[in-house]
């Protein structure tokens, strides 16, 4: 396969996960792509790690990838615990949360 395919299936990917960031007002949804765009950032990494022919590309992926899940943990405790005070776990009414 060629080089650009990857790129293009990284940029797809990422518009995707960007368009779900703005469009969705579920937060695990927001969570769900906030997890594609960075999937996409390692398609990227592989691809250009492999163009360069170093590890490099490889070892930043493996970095996103412990962000990543890191990410989740963090995210869905967060979601939990919006939703165990409030019940719903709407994006757009967290800007109501005041301390």
């Keep these: 396969m060629l080089v650009n395919q ?7 990917l990422f518009c ?16 769900m792509s906030i997890e594609l765009m960075l999937n996409a950032v390692n398609i990227n990494l592989l691809t250009f790690g492999l163009v360069v022919g170093s590890i490099s590309g490889q070892v930043f992926a493996l970095f996103t990838i412990a962000i ?5 943990g963090v995210g869905l405790a967060l979601v939990l615990l919006i939703y165990r005070n409030r019940s719903n776990i709407d994006v757009e ?3 109501l949360m005041h301390g």
């Design 6 to 12: 990857f790129l293009i299936l990284g940029a797809v």
């Design 16 to 31: 995707t996960g960007v368009y779900g960031v703005l469009a969705r007002r579920n937060a695990v949804m927001v969570l």
């Design 68 to 72: 990543a899940a890191a990410e989740v």
């Design 93 to 95: 009414e967290l800007d």
